[in-house]
């Protein structure tokens, strides 16, 4: 019985250390999610410093994603400013269209004007919390993406980590259930509500 406690313990102990440590690397992003994720839905989203250029074109664009991303890069290119690490699309309403690239940094839109041969680039470059809104949004590059859902694994494991540690004590099993049972109902119940 003494060694099945010790084993118990030292599962338990390791397993504290374990959420302990994970909790400690993964607080820096975290805070970064909750913070805009709050005040985004709020309506808080940050700025933009918006730069608006005219290129003068040899013909008319066509619409098409890869003759508008050179475009833009060739623009881009020629003002020494980095194009946007998210991706590029294109944005059709009726029969106009344009090109809207987003990025942590900045984002930029390409569209035609009423003259044919001009066109009109916007460079919108995001303000410091601006920046994180973006990256909240999945607007980064691979590596950010990366660093968000190892972030997002590693706070399912918190989350169940905390739990298994709370069932662990018998003083806390019924309250954990509980707890776990209203957090459904509460979810459910915002959902239906929303």
Known sequence: MEILNRS???NRSTLMKAHALLAAFILPVALMFFVTG????????????????ELHLKKPIQGELEELVA???????TLNIVAPSGEAKIKRMGASFRLE????NRDIILEPTSQPL?????IKNTS??????QLHKAKGGIPFK????VFASALLLLLVTGFVMAWQMPKLRKLTLMSASLGIAVFVAMVLSS
């Open 8 to 10: 118990t313990l030292l």
């Open 128 to 133: 410091w919390y601006r920046q994180f809104v």
């Open 146 to 149: 990366v660093y968000a859902a």
């Open 71 to 77: 475009l833009a890069k060739a623009e881009l290119k």
């Open 101 to 104: 690239w987003t990025g942590s």
């Open 118 to 122: 001009v066109a009109q680039l916007k």
């Open 38 to 53: 709050a005040f985004y839905t709020w309506g808080i989203k940050g700025g933009y410093d918006t730069a608006t250029h």
